[in-house]
């Protein structure tokens, strides 16, 4: 039961490169969630997605992209890499709810550590 | 906006003692759900516990169990007999319900179990 997988665990970039941190999940979830933690920090939300081909903005979504073209994939894209984005990036899934009856937590992959130099 | 607050960087607790952490929210919701997540050096996110808004019972799990009063938004989280494995970021977060399973976290309480 493999649950979140997030590859690579760890990445030095230089500025100005992009990457994509690879994200996928074999719940079968619908919502997936890319979140950030910087030292001392605790999660912030860059982008969610409801379901396949759906994505939506987090809190801090600038210098991102994501895309959901399947249900158990969700990669994160960082087209211009700067040292703000410098940080742990976490990927989450979770079941899609049923309103007040649901109890739904997500389930996080082991992370991956990026510094941008 | 929702907002969670831990108002306590870092604690210690001995080894088989009781620790509480505090947590806070900030809502306009009725109906949401709260959780206490575990972060030990490994950086893995682990369910703690997890309280829903609408019932009244604080929810238990083994020695980990919660205070939940919804009027004062406040959601501590009591860790009884404390281990050595119980050394840890946790992390309190807010969902609401039905909007997009969003979370919202706390900035996190560093636990050190001592021997």
């Known amino acids: 039961n493999a649950g979140v997988t997030q590859t690579p665990k760890f990445r030095i970039l230089k500025i100005g490169q992009s990457m994509t941190l690879q994200c996928t999940q074999d719940m079968n979830h619908n919502y997936m969630y890319w979140y950030r933690q910087d030292p001392g920090m605790g999660l912030k939300l860059i982008y969610y997605?409801?379901?396949?081909?759906?994505?939506d903005k987090g809190e801090v979504p600038n210098g991102y992209n994501v895309s959901r073209s399947t249900t158990e994939d969700f990669p994160l894209r960082l087209e211009l890499a700067a040292p703000s984005q410098t940080s742990v990036y976490f990927c989450?899934?979770?079941?899609?709810?049923?309103?007040?009856?649901?109890?739904?937590?997500?389930?996080f992959g082991d992370g991956t550590r990026l510094s941008i130099l | 906006a929702q907002t969670v607050t831990q108002s306590q960087p870092e604690m210690s607790v001995q080894e088989a003692e009781t620790v509480t952490l505090s947590c806070t929210y900030d809502t306009s919701e009725s109906n949401y759900y709260l959780f206490w997540y575990k972060q030990p050096p490994s950086r893995q996110m682990i369910l703690v516990i997890r309280?829903?808004?609408?019932?009244?019972q604080n929810a238990t799990e083994n020695r980990f169990s919660v205070n939940f009063q919804k009027a004062a938004k406040s959601f501590s989280l009591k860790i009884s007999d404390s281990q050595l494995g119980d050394t840890a970021m946790y992390f309190c977060?807010?969902?609401?319900?039905?909007?997009?399973?969003?979370?919202?976290f706390g900035t996190g309480t560093s636990l050190t179990v001592i021997p």
């Open positions: 989450a899934s979770s079941s899609l709810g049923n309103g007040m009856s649901s109890n739904q937590p997500q389930h």
């Open positions: 997605s409801v379901g396949a081909g759906i994505t």
């Open positions: 977060a807010f969902m609401k319900s039905f909007t997009g399973n969003q979370f919202y």
């Open positions: 309280q829903e808004a609408y019932k009244q």
